[in-house]
Each structure stands twice: as C-alpha cells, then as structure tokens.
C-alpha cells in the first residue's frame, strides 16, 4: 500500500473523530483545538509508518497507544492548562478513535 495512502487514511479519520470528542467535551479553545490536530500528526503518522514497516502484536499496538496516551496527555496539559482536562481529553481521544479504528477494520474485513 501507498504510504501516503496508508497515513491520511489512519490520520484524517483520527483528527475528525478526536475534534468531534472535545467538542462533545464541550472544549471550545481554539488553541486547545488546535493543538490535538498538530499532536495527531505528530503521534499519528511516526505510529502509522512504525507499523507499516514492522509485524503488527496486539502487545505492540497496545504499548504504541499507551506512548501516545502518555504524550498526548503532557501535551494536552501545557495546552490545556489543567492535569485533569489533559488526562480526561487524552483518554477519551484515544479510547474512542482507537475503538472506531478497531470497527473501522472490522468492516473492511467483513467487505
């Protein structure tokens, strides 16, 4: 597959649904906002590309997500202004884009 292809396929569905899960949070910062569409490309693509290049475990997927969750929620946390946003914002992000990328495959291989 297309590395391109492959990247804006994991990458704009996951700043799509990260945005529409702080606006259901109810996060209105432009800034805040913002700034979850720059650590996606920065957590999102390296993650996409590691995983394109190397065999794929339920073991490492689930380390790379727990280092994204940990760098999302120090970043939040400067942007944010708050521990409690930051760790609520990342986890919700996360948990959600990771469960409809999850269903997103399912579908596909059900297609």
Do not use: K
Request: proline content about 3%.
């Amino acid at each position: 597959m297309n590395y391109a292809l492959c990247v804006l396929s994991t990458l704009v569905p996951t700043i799509l649904i990260e945005l529409a899960v702080l606006w259901m949070l109810l996060e209105e910062r432009p800034r805040v906002l913002w700034s979850s569409v720059v650590i996606n490309v920065l957590t999102n693509v390296p993650l996409c590309l590691w995983f394109l290049e190397h065999d794929t475990t339920w073991t490492a997927l689930l380390v790379a997500e727990l280092l994204v969750f940990v760098i999302e929620t120090l970043w939040y946390r400067y942007w944010a202004g708050e521990w409690g946003d930051a760790l609520l914002y990342s986890f919700f992000c996360n948990s959600i884009s990771f469960l409809m990328g999850l269903l997103f495959q399912l579908f596909y291989s059900l297609m």
